[in-house]
């Protein structure tokens, strides 16, 4: 069972990483990156919980 869900939770980081990086090069992350010289939080939130999840989900499929 912890081997699925390893499984499931690295899809899910790698889908929340990917569309983090979709979403900061929109046309709004990439104004408010110009103004303010941050990346908006959304697109923050979903790089730390896609890279949370992976790193999660890799500990559950190498623990034995």
């Known amino acids: 069972m912890p081997g699925i ?3 499931a939770l690295l899809v899910i980081g790698a889908g929340l990483v990917w569309w ?3 979403l900061s090069g929109s046309i709004g992350s990439q104004l408010t990156e110009t103004i303010s010289g941050a990346m908006p939080d959304g697109v ?3 790089y730390i919980a896609g890279a949370v999840s992976s790193a999660v989900g ?5 623990k034995r």
């Open 5 to 7: 869900l390893g499984i």
């Open 20 to 22: 983090g990086y979709q």
């Open 44 to 46: 923050m939130i979903r």
């Open 58 to 62: 890799l500990y559950l499929l190498v």
